[in-house]
Protein backbone atom coordinates (compact mmCIF):
# COMPACT_ATOMS: atom_id res chain seq x y z
CA UNK A 1 0.00 0.00 0.00
CA UNK A 2 1.36 3.42 -0.99
CA UNK A 3 0.97 6.03 1.74
CA UNK A 4 2.41 8.95 3.76
CA UNK A 5 2.94 8.45 7.66
CA UNK A 6 2.68 11.36 10.12
CA UNK A 7 4.15 11.10 13.48
CA UNK A 8 5.35 13.24 16.56
CA UNK A 9 2.28 15.18 17.20
CA UNK A 10 0.79 16.01 20.76
CA UNK A 11 0.42 18.49 23.29
CA UNK A 12 3.04 21.29 24.01
CA UNK A 13 3.37 24.43 25.86
CA UNK A 14 4.00 27.58 24.20
CA UNK A 15 7.71 28.27 23.37
CA UNK A 16 7.82 24.54 23.48
CA UNK A 17 9.27 22.35 20.27
CA UNK A 18 8.22 19.36 18.82
CA UNK A 19 9.51 17.17 15.46
CA UNK A 20 7.28 16.02 13.15
CA UNK A 21 7.99 12.62 10.50
CA UNK A 22 6.11 11.91 7.61
CA UNK A 23 7.38 8.61 6.52
CA UNK A 24 6.97 6.96 3.15
CA UNK A 25 5.44 3.25 2.79
CA UNK A 26 5.32 1.46 -0.22
CA UNK A 27 7.50 3.62 -2.51
CA UNK A 28 10.52 5.95 -2.04
CA UNK A 29 10.58 9.47 -1.72
CA UNK A 30 13.98 10.24 -3.32
CA UNK A 31 12.19 11.58 -6.09
CA UNK A 32 9.12 13.99 -4.58
CA UNK A 33 9.55 16.98 -3.12
CA UNK A 34 7.85 17.05 0.38
CA UNK A 35 5.53 19.67 1.55
CA UNK A 36 4.24 20.11 5.13
CA UNK A 37 0.65 21.74 5.60
CA UNK A 38 -2.04 22.57 8.43
CA UNK A 39 -5.24 22.73 8.92
CA UNK A 40 -6.81 24.69 11.78
CA UNK A 41 -10.36 24.41 12.84
CA UNK A 42 -12.27 26.32 10.68
CA UNK A 43 -9.65 27.79 8.54
CA UNK A 44 -7.85 26.93 5.18
CA UNK A 45 -5.34 24.75 4.71
CA UNK A 46 -1.78 26.39 4.47
CA UNK A 47 1.16 25.82 3.50
CA UNK A 48 4.10 25.65 5.92
CA UNK A 49 7.22 24.43 4.44
CA UNK A 50 8.27 22.68 1.66
CA UNK A 51 11.91 20.72 0.95
CA UNK A 52 13.07 19.50 -3.00
CA UNK A 53 13.54 15.97 -4.19
CA UNK A 54 17.31 16.12 -3.49
CA UNK A 55 16.86 18.64 -0.36
CA UNK A 56 19.24 21.26 -1.84
CA UNK A 57 16.13 23.84 -1.45
CA UNK A 58 13.48 24.64 1.14
CA UNK A 59 10.87 27.53 2.01
CA UNK A 60 8.54 28.51 4.53
CA UNK A 61 5.47 30.12 5.24
CA UNK A 62 6.51 33.54 6.74
CA UNK A 63 4.55 32.57 9.93
CA UNK A 64 6.71 29.84 10.68
CA UNK A 65 10.49 31.52 9.36
CA UNK A 66 13.38 31.34 11.48
CA UNK A 67 11.05 28.84 13.84
CA UNK A 68 10.62 25.41 11.82
CA UNK A 69 12.84 23.75 9.88
CA UNK A 70 12.44 20.99 7.26
CA UNK A 71 15.16 18.32 6.62
CA UNK A 72 14.83 14.75 4.61
CA UNK A 73 16.94 11.49 5.08
CA UNK A 74 16.21 9.77 1.89
CA UNK A 75 17.92 6.65 3.41
CA UNK A 76 15.22 6.45 6.15
CA UNK A 77 12.73 7.37 3.54
CA UNK A 78 11.85 10.15 5.66
CA UNK A 79 10.81 14.17 6.19
CA UNK A 80 10.98 15.51 9.20
CA UNK A 81 9.66 19.33 10.27
CA UNK A 82 11.26 20.66 13.32
CA UNK A 83 8.86 22.92 15.34
CA UNK A 84 10.51 25.20 17.80
CA UNK A 85 9.21 28.28 19.97
CA UNK A 86 5.66 27.01 19.23
CA UNK A 87 2.76 29.36 19.51
CA UNK A 88 -0.89 28.20 20.18
CA UNK A 89 -1.60 29.82 16.76
CA UNK A 90 0.26 26.77 15.66
CA UNK A 91 -2.47 24.47 16.85
CA UNK A 92 -3.74 23.00 13.79
CA UNK A 93 -3.53 19.69 12.20
CA UNK A 94 -0.38 18.54 9.97
CA UNK A 95 -0.46 17.06 7.01
CA UNK A 96 2.51 15.59 4.51
CA UNK A 97 2.15 15.26 0.67
CA UNK A 98 4.18 14.68 -1.54
CA UNK A 99 4.76 16.48 -4.89
CA UNK A 100 6.49 14.55 -8.00
CA UNK A 101 6.49 18.01 -10.10
CA UNK A 102 8.42 19.66 -7.07
CA UNK A 103 7.54 22.22 -4.22
CA UNK A 104 5.80 24.84 -6.84
CA UNK A 105 3.83 22.13 -8.16
CA UNK A 106 -0.42 22.33 -7.51
CA UNK A 107 -0.96 18.64 -8.12
CA UNK A 108 -0.26 16.21 -5.29
CA UNK A 109 0.58 12.66 -5.71
CA UNK A 110 0.23 11.18 -1.71
CA UNK A 111 -1.17 12.85 1.19
CA UNK A 112 -0.66 11.48 4.79
CA UNK A 113 -3.58 11.39 7.31
CA UNK A 114 -2.60 14.21 9.45
CA UNK A 115 -1.22 14.41 12.83
CA UNK A 116 -2.78 16.66 15.05
CA UNK A 117 -0.56 19.90 17.17
CA UNK A 118 -1.76 21.70 19.98
CA UNK A 119 0.09 24.26 21.84
CA UNK A 120 -1.76 25.52 24.97
CA UNK A 121 -0.68 26.08 28.51
Known amino acids: QLQLVESGGGLVQPGGSLRLSCAAS????????IGWFRQAPGKEREGVSC????????NYADSVKGRFTISRDNAKNTVYLQMNSLKPEDTAVYYC??????????????WGQGTQVTVSS
Open 97 to 110: AALSGGCLATEYDY
Open 26 to 33: GFTLDYYA
Open 51 to 58: ISSSGGST
